[in-house]
Structures are given as structure tokens and as C-alpha cells.
């Protein structure tokens, strides 16, 4: 997927509580970087496609989150809290000396980077790219906004009997799009998500928070993408963020599901590299 040669940087943060964060970088060594940051049972790895299409010009990381991918699964209990995922970032943020970054935060990334802001500001954030972000979670009025197939597959992401557990990570991840993925892919995906332990995703959607006057008052260039077929978290709640942010950006990817930058990536990645430049220093 990388056709052209770039440089990889890859790192091992010590985060919150010690637990290991392996993060890669790719691109030319500057102090400002667009940090790419997944959603539940994912990794790095599926932001190829924009590692692609941004690091040829521009500072790029993506990082594996907690209990995901190539980083360390604590048993600790710290996927239920706020400030585990704050310092993870900041932890991150620290290590690669960044002047700024820019986020690109898809679906329960959301509530991680919110977790960031909550506690460290967004002095060191040049902007924000949320891909249809998870943006409260444990409450009713968050139920209402995740979409009812998804929320029948909980049981089983949460299960330990192998069977179960298997069946609905597959489930889930043909969730993930609106069409059919390429089998190599879905293979990936599914990979991913059966690398991760359910008590990791127990934990993750354990938490009660609501994250709205987070955004309110972000503050900073701020585009919010989603498509209008996603059948895990509802449309209307991604929509519901411009009543939040008035002077975002909205890019609406029509019949595409809740992995846009998958399914349609030319067009993100064309949204996605204006909104960098916007954002970089001039």
C-alpha cells in the first residue's frame, strides 16, 4: 500500500502506568504531526491508506492504542479510565518532542482524545479530524446513539466462550463498512479485533462520560467526517457535533459506513490533506 519509500520511525512509549505504547512514524522528522488514532478492537494499521496519501510531505504517527495491536495489554483496570488515555497520549505527544499535533481520531478514539483535552488542554493540538466519533458513552442518551445491530453484538465482544467471542468479532467487523471488504483486509480486521482480550473492550465501554462541552470549547480548526450508512455509531450523532462546533467542517460520505476513510479514500484523503494544511503553521 506504500508505494512510496518513506522513512519508519518506530517506538516504544512508556504510558500510563508503564504499559508500553508501540507507535510508528513515518515521513520527514518535524516538530508538528499528524497523529492518527484508532477505534475498539483496531491498531495502526488501518490507517495505511492515509499514512500513504499524508507522509510523503508531513510528519505522520499512528499509535496502538492500549490493550490493541503491538502495544502492552495491562490487567489493571485502567481501560475504564479517563486519565489512563489522557497520559497515554500525552506520554506520546512527549516523546516525539512535537511542537503541535494534529489529530485524526476515529470512533472510540473520540473519547481518547477528549480524555486528552480534558486533562492537558489543547495548547499542543493544532486541530482535530473526527471520524465518527464516539463522543459519550454509559448513559441512555449514549445508547441512543449507537446503532441497535451494534449494540446486539456487545454481549458477544464482551464474552469469553471462544465461539461467541469469535462470531461476533466477525459480525463486527463486517459492521465496520457499508460494502463488502476485500477478503485480505477482512482478514486483517478480524485479526485485530480477536488480538484484543474482552476485558479490554469490557473495560473501554465500562465508563460513564459525556464529552460534549469537551468539544464545545476545543476551540482549534475542527473537521468532523462521517458516513451516513454507519450502523455503529448513528449518523446523528456525528451530526449532532456541528450543533456543538458551529465552525467545523462537515464531510458527509454518502452510503458509506462507519470506516469512510476505507471506503471511499481518495475523497477523505483529499479532505483529509486540506484539512492538514489548514492546520500547519504558515
Given at each position: 500500500?506504500?508505494?512510496?519509500?518513506?522513512?519508519?520511525?518506530?517506538?516504544?512509549?512508556?504510558?500510563?502506568?508503564?504499559?508500553?505504547?508501540?507507535?510508528?512514524?513515518?515521513?520527514?522528522?518535524?516538530?508538528?504531526?499528524?497523529?492518527?488514532?484508532?477505534?475498539?478492537?483496531?491498531?495502526?494499521?488501518?490507517?495505511?491508506?492515509?499514512?500513504?496519501?499524508?507522509?510523503?510531505?508531513?510528519?505522520?504517527?499512528?499509535?496502538?492504542?492500549?490493550?490493541?495491536?503491538r502495544s502492552d495489554e495491562p490487567r489493571d483496570g485502567s481501560y475504564s479510565d479517563p486519565d489512563a488515555w489522557a497520559h497515554d497520549l500525552h506520554a506520546v505527544l512527549t516523546h516525539?518532542?512535537?511542537?503541535?499535533?494534529?489529530?485524526?481520531?476515529?470512533?472510540?478514539?473520540?473519547?481518547?482524545?477528549?480524555?486528552?483535552?480534558?486533562?492537558?488542554?489543547?495548547?499542543?493540538?493544532?486541530?482535530?479530524?473526527?471520524?465518527?466519533?464516539?463522543?459519550?458513552?454509559?448513559?441512555?442518551?449514549?445508547?441512543?446513539?449507537?446503532?441497535?445491530?451494534?449494540?446486539?453484538?456487545?454481549?458477544?465482544?464482551?464474552?469469553?466462550?471462544?465461539?461467541?467471542?469469535?462470531?461476533?468479532?466477525?459480525?463486527?467487523?463486517?459492521?465496520?463498512?457499508?460494502?463488502?471488504?476485500?477478503?485480505?483486509?477482512?482478514?486483517?480486521?478480524?485479526?485485530?479485533?480477536?488480538?484484543?482480550?474482552?476485558?479490554?473492550?469490557?473495560?473501554?465501554?465500562?465508563?460513564?462520560?459525556?464529552?460534549?462541552?469537551?468539544?464545545?470549547?476545543?476551540?482549534?480548526?475542527?473537521?468532523?467526517?462521517?458516513?451516513?450508512?454507519?450502523?455503529?455509531?448513528?449518523?446523528?450523532?456525528?451530526?449532532?457535533?456541528?450543533?456543538?462546533?458551529?465552525?467545523?467542517?462537515?464531510?458527509?460520505?454518502?452510503?458509506?459506513?462507519?470506516?469512510?476513510?476505507?471506503?471511499?479514500?481518495?475523497?477523505?484523503?483529499?479532505?483529509?490533506?486540506?484539512?492538514?494544511?489548514?492546520?500547519?503553521?504558515?
Amino acid at each position: 500500500m506504500l508505494s512510496t519509500p518513506l522513512a519508519v520511525r518506530e517506538h516504544r512509549v512508556a504510558g500510563h502506568g508503564g504499559c508500553g505504547l508501540h507507535v510508528t512514524e513515518y515521513g520527514p522528522e518535524r516538530d508538528t504531526a499528524v497523529v492518527f488514532l484508532h477505534g475498539l478492537s483496531s491498531n495502526g494499521l488501518i490507517w495505511e491508506r492515509q499514512v500513504a496519501a499524508i507522509a510523503p510531505a508531513q510528519r505522520t504517527v499512528t499509535v496502538d492504542l492500549r490493550g490493541h495491536g503491538r502495544s502492552d495489554e495491562p490487567r489493571d483496570g485502567s481501560y475504564s479510565d479517563p486519565d489512563a488515555w489522557a497520559h497515554d497520549l500525552h506520554a506520546v505527544l512527549t516523546h516525539l518532542g512535537l511542537r503541535s499535533a494534529i489529530l485524526v481520531a476515529w470512533s472510540y478514539a473520540g473519547m481518547v482524545a477528549a480524555d486528552y483535552l480534558h486533562r492537558y488542554g489543547s495548547d499542543k493540538i493544532a486541530g482535530a479530524f473526527l471520524v465518527a466519533p464516539l463522543r459519550k458513552i454509559g448513559t441512555a442518551e449514549a445508547l441512543d446513539l449507537l446503532g441497535e445491530t451494534f449494540l446486539g453484538l456487545v454481549p458477544g465482544l464482551l464474552s469469553t466462550e471462544v465461539d461467541d467471542s469469535l462470531a461476533a468479532c466477525k459480525e463486527f467487523v463486517g459492521l465496520c463498512r457499508n460494502d463488502a471488504w476485500p477478503v485480505a483486509e477482512a482478514d486483517q480486521r478480524l485479526g485485530a479485533a480477536l488480538s484484543v482480550r474482552p476485558d479490554v473492550r469490557a473495560g473501554m465501554l465500562a465508563r460513564e462520560q459525556d464529552n460534549d462541552e469537551v468539544w464545545r470549547g476545543f476551540g482549534k480548526p475542527t473537521t468532523i467526517g462521517y458516513g451516513t450508512a454507519d450502523r455503529i455509531i448513528r449518523p446523528a450523532s456525528s451530526s449532532h457535533l456541528t450543533d456543538l462546533m458551529p465552525g467545523a467542517q462537515v464531510h458527509v460520505y454518502e452510503a458509506a459506513g462507519h470506516t469512510p476513510f476505507l471506503e471511499q479514500p481518495d475523497l477523505f484523503n483529499a479532505d483529509l490533506r486540506t484539512f492538514v494544511d489548514d492546520c500547519l503553521p504558515s
